[in-house]
């Protein structure tokens, strides 16, 4: 979780740029932690967000006075700058964190600020992409100028003026008065809805169902005339279907469509398109189709976040599902550590096999993010458990990729994730409106190595769930069994009511109850706060605080792996659970002795 984020307020926006994070709040302003520019070595990276300024004589927004020059409506976070449109319809950016933000101003475009939001001239959204920034004027269209950094000429006082370019023929409004009537270019692009700026090119959508590149290398090294044209990609314009968004960075995008269909492309792909539009069709040259993920189709993906190598899929249910590569498997995936993201189907790749790899021709289902600390436990305790000799030889399939064991492994560890909260009621406004989980994510991103998301967390649901994986000790079981035989011999012979029991000073007095509570609440702190600064799970002060939590001393807080439970430890449901051993795509069986293990609803068809 990020440090300090209870002091930002109500966050409204969260976006990952090359080296950093950026949040929007409420009430405008913009925050970020990290560094920019981390190819600037006078960039000292913030390892606690930051308020991103203005320069003098721009008084920020805050709750009690808002300054419409400065509320940010709407930010855009790029390789190693920021864009960001105030209420007033001014445009800012920033290139570093302690550094005011500058005014952009391109050159040979009117900008009107502070008219109504659908007026000729008027910016209505900013993107920042790898190397650029564009926004969109109405009337005009998509503008775009690349990034660098800036110097000492070319900006008066606050004001960065840039040369910049206009994207052809994406100037077009239905409802726009204040215009002459739609070129003939125009008319056949259509009204642009939407669209994201890779690292050479411009991807946007139009209300004609279709979607559009742009070449901006070719256009912004051109000294004569622009003679570039948008092109259309009609590969990604099902005949039937309708698109809905196209999403996208760096050098990766997807179109998303009405019937579920997530289309996914690259550069490559751009390219191949491009060339196929210069050069005309050829039987040798095929179109160039996207890549088809069959485990991310009809599965109510709401948005897609892409890295340099690595991207996730947000899910109506509010769950994130991870996919690509991870780099030196540094955690981008956010599927654990490299022996945890093995458990999950990532196979060793690359050079010397530093990188992780999920292959997403082979899965059935996408690698959910969790963010249950007791699915860390229990992963952690499997690769524990791995290391025994009748486990040995299975988890060596897995690492090396044999017979495809890890990508068994890994669908039957995400069957069992899926189902970890079976047994805890959702409560819903209505049956037609899906419950929300004890984690629900709003919004992912993701940019070079690193990703983010902003997540609602029912805290009390959580609980709930992770009661359902502990199990008490035989002998904390026998003495509440004992206790309620003692309490119903207590009834029989008192009756209701006994002043005994309910007395100032009874064990079932409030005054009592309200100290255990405590107590236990207190010994559950002093863990947490031991187990996340790496120190023993439990010792004498915890056992101490356990004693006095509870009559009996069987009941403790520490936290038990494998087997090697003492009576005052927390017991996880899976302690006797052996590492498991499954039945392969190829109809063999892992090596070991234990019993193959279970699915949950099934083992899988392989084959279909």
Request: aromatic residues 10%.
């Amino acid at each position: 979780m990020m440090e300090g984020v209870d002091d930002v307020g109500v966050v409204a926006d969260l976006q990952c740029g090359g080296w950093c994070t950026t949040l929007l709040n409420s009430i405008g302003a913009v925050y970020a932690v990290g560094v920019l520019n981390g190819n600037i070595l006078y960039q000292a990276p913030r390892t606690g967000l930051i308020r991103l300024g203005f320069p003098p004589g721009y008084p920020i927004t805050t709750k009690g006075r808002y300054e419409p020059a400065t509320a940010i409506r709407q930010f855009s976070t790029g390789r190693s700058h920021i864009l960001g449109l105030a209420d007033s319809g001014k445009v800012w950016t920033w290139h570093n964190t302690d550094q005011p933000a500058w005014n952009m101003r391109p050159l040979h475009v009117d900008l009107v600020e502070n008219g109504p939001a659908s007026g000729v001239g008027r910016v209505t959204q900013v993107v920042a992409g790898w190397n650029k920034s564009t926004i969109y004027v109405n009337g005009t269209g998509i503008v775009y100028w690349p990034y660098e950094l800036p110097r000492p000429v070319g900006f008066i006082g606050d004001t960065l003026e840039v040369e910049c370019f206009t994207v052809p023929g994406t100037g077009y409004r239905q409802k726009s008065k204040d215009r002459n009537p739609p070129s003939a270019l125009e008319t056949s692009i259509g009204e642009v809805t939407n669209y994201i700026v890779l690292e050479r090119y411009i991807v946007f959508k139009t209300d004609l169902n279709k979607v559009f590149l742009y070449n901006t290398t070719a256009a912004s090294t051109r000294d004569g005339p622009l003679e570039e044209v948008p092109v259309e990609i009609t590969s990604l314009s099902p005949p039937d279907d309708e698109i809905r968004d196209v999403q996208g960075s760096f050098e990766s995008f997807a179109v998303f469509t009405a019937l579920g269909q997530v289309l996914i492309a690259d550069r490559a792909f751009l390219d191949a398109v491009n060339a196929h539009q210069i050069n005309g069709p050829s039987a040798e040259v095929p179109l160039p189709q996207p890549t088809i993920i069959p485990a991310l189709q009809n599965k109510n993906v709401v948005s897609l976040a892409f890295g340099d190598y690595h991207f996730h899929a947000l899910h109506s249910n509010g769950s994130i599902t991870s996919w690509g590569r991870e780099p030196r498997s540094c955690g981008a995936l956010g599927l654990g550590t490299r022996e945890l993201a093995l458990l999950r189907g990532l196979r060793p790749d690359g050079p010397f096999a530093v990188d992780s790899r999920l292959e997403a021709d082979k899965i059935r289902l996408g690698r959910s993010v969790w963010f249950e600390k007791e699915k860390r436990l229990w992963l952690q305790d499997m690769v524990a458990k791995s290391r025994d000799s009748e486990a040995a030889e299975r988890w060596q399939m897995m690492s090396q990729g044999i017979d495809d064991a890890h990508i068994v492994m890994g669908e039957w560890f995400e069957r069992q994730g899926r189902a970890w909260a079976d047994g805890v009621p959702s409560y819903s406004s209505s049956p037609e409106t899906p419950a929300m989980g004890a984690y629900f994510a709003l919004k992912v991103s993701a940019a070079g190595w690193h990703s983010g998301a902003l997540v609602l967390v029912d805290e009390e649901k959580a609980a709930r769930i992770e009661q359902l994986h502990i199990v008490k000790p035989p002998a904390v079981q026998a003495a509440e069994l004992e206790r309620e035989i003692e309490s119903e011999q207590e009834d029989e012979h008192d009756g209701p009511g006994s002043d005994e029991e309910d007395g100032p000073n009874g064990p079932n007095s409030p005054f009592q109850q309200l100290e255990i509570g405590i107590a236990w609440s207190w010994a559950y702190v002093v863990w947490v706060c031991r187990w996340f600064l790496g120190l023993k799970a439990r010792d004498e002060g915890t056992a101490a605080a356990a004693a006095a939590a509870t009559p009996t001393a069987e009941q403790g807080t520490g936290l038990g792996y494998g087997g090697n439970v003492e009576a005052e430890e927390i017991v996880y449901t899976w302690r006797d659970q052996p590492f498991p051993r499954l039945r392969l795509p190829n109809g063999e069986e892992m090596p070991g002795s234990v019993p193959l293990t279970e699915w949950r609803g099934g083992e899988p068809e392989w084959g279909t």
